[in-house]
């Protein structure tokens, strides 16, 4: 954020913080959101659950799209009154996202704040690689983790862990039909240092139905569910104070709530490798505002 020399009349920390939180959002939000969903990409493979310590290790490979309309962000400006020394009103400009970060508006000049702005991330497909180990426990039960060595990212350590739940009906002889009941619940944590904390929860009801083919077992399954996510930030911003010339700090903490209704689909293969263990190869796709669609390959065991 620049040029916050013509800020008088009202408090400036007040007015840094309005401009970076009004502009932070529609910078970084569509990818963000689209992001969060992605993490939700992949995360049972079917419905039904595995025997007692039986379970499966899967790497996937998922695609996060971001829609067309996201391709610009909404900003508002503060227009300067410099007879009444104060702010008046503000103004909605619209950058499209076709190159650079930065675009500069020669239509604002010194009587807005900012006249340079952060435009919106100009990304389209976003890929995300994640790992996961699922794990039968009594009877219809199984949980999934999801893990990842803490490591520093620009300074700062980054952490990720995920752990849920599924409960197959069928298996826990609560329901008698030709096909699996699945509820399942899962949670994701993300946490950047002190910059950025997100929490993640997905709930799914998971339909699906085992075919055993000649080489192949297949388990096609659908699933309407929804997600919910926050994203919380906390960082400082240093600007200098026009009416005394010096350097000073604000402590800033933004945050974003998510959610989304979607419904999935997928279909998964397993091939025999040896007695109770083989190879799963899954598809799987979400539709909802950021659509996703993943490619998993696993090691199972019955």
Known sequence: MVVLI???????????????????????????????????????HTGRSHALLGGDVSLSLS?????????YATYKVLKWNSSALNFTDTVEIKWTTASGPEKSDSTLGEEYLPPVL??????NLLPLLLVQVNIGLLRGVEVGLRYLPVF???????????????????????????????????????????????????IDLIFCKTINLHLFTLTPYISPGIGFATARFSYGFKYTDPLTNEQKEIQLS????????????????????????????????????????SIGLGLTAR
């Open 6 to 44: 013509f800020l008088v009349g009202m408090n400036i920390g007040d007015a840094v913080r309005m401009l970076n939180e009004t502009c932070l959002e529609p910078y970084i939000s569509p990818v963000m959101r689209g992001f969060l969903m992605g993490l939700n990409t992949n995360l049972y």
């Open 63 to 71: 695609f996060v799209t971001i829609p067309d309309k996201y391709d």
């Open 118 to 123: 952060p435009r919106g991330f100009n990304v």
């Open 254 to 293: 933004p945050s974003f709530g998510y959610f989304a209704p979607k419904f999935s689909g997928g279909l998964r293969f397993r091939f025999p490798l040896m007695p109770l263990v083989g190879w799963t190869l899954v598809f799987n796709a979400i539709f909802t505002e950021f659509p996703s669609f």
């Open 152 to 202: 520093k990212l620009l300074g700062e350590k980054f952490a990720y862990w995920g752990a849920g739940i599924k409960l197959d009906l069928k298996k826990m002889r609560v329901l008698k039909a030709p096909f699996h009941l699945t509820p399942f619940f899962f949670y994701q944590s993300i946490r950047w240092g002190e910059f950025a904390k997100v929490d993640i929860i997905s």
